[in-house]
């Protein structure tokens, strides 16, 4: 288990992970400060809980759960703000473009995207295509 208060970007997790269940945890509403001890206190019934639950699901992936399950928008904000700064360019120049027209498609050469996000000839032929 991995607690952050960093929303965006405390681990780097690709599109794609599976490995990761990403839970946002709202505040805690009153501030006890006997909350540690409290929590220490319960670890026996808990383990005592574990032991002898019955599981409510079955096994469906090599994390337990089906992936759809584990995809959540506390994931989705990690992995967008894992992209590189180009593709995040590019992302809101072309959704920019497209809300602007009216339409949800869109067909651009290579050129004039890259024009577009002030990128030039010389820089372009390192771009490798992520093939989304």
């Given at each position: 288990m991995l607690c952050s208060?960093?929303?965006?970007?405390?681990?780097?997790?690709?599109?794609?992970?599976t490995?990761?269940?990403v839970?946002?945890?709202?505040?805690?509403?009153s501030?006890?400060?006997?909350?540690?001890q409290?929590?220490k206190?319960?670890?026996?019934?808990f383990?005592?809980f574990?032991?002898?639950?019955?599981?409510?699901?079955?096994?469906e992936?090599?994390m337990?759960?089906?992936?759809?399950?584990?995809h959540?928008e506390?994931?989705?904000?990690?992995i967008?703000?894992?992209r590189?700064?180009?593709?995040?360019e590019?992302?809101?120049?072309?959704?920019?473009i497209m809300?602007?027209v009216g339409t949800?498609?869109f067909?651009?050469?290579c050129?004039?995207i890259?024009l577009?996000?002030g990128i030039h000839?010389q820089?372009?032929r390192?771009?490798?295509?992520?093939?989304?």
């Open positions: 208060n960093n929303e965006y970007l405390p681990v780097i997790i690709d599109a794609g992970e490995r990761y269940w839970r946002k945890i709202d505040r805690l509403q501030d006890d400060t006997d909350f540690l409290k929590l206190a319960e670890i026996p019934a383990l005592h574990l032991q002898h639950r019955t599981l409510s699901t079955e096994k992936s090599r337990w759960f089906a992936p759809s399950l584990l959540t506390a994931l989705q904000k990690i967008r703000s894992n590189n700064r180009l593709e995040i590019m992302h809101e120049l072309i959704l920019d809300d602007s949800d498609t067909s651009f050469d050129n004039d890259f577009c996000c000839r820089k372009w390192n771009i490798k295509y992520a093939g989304y």
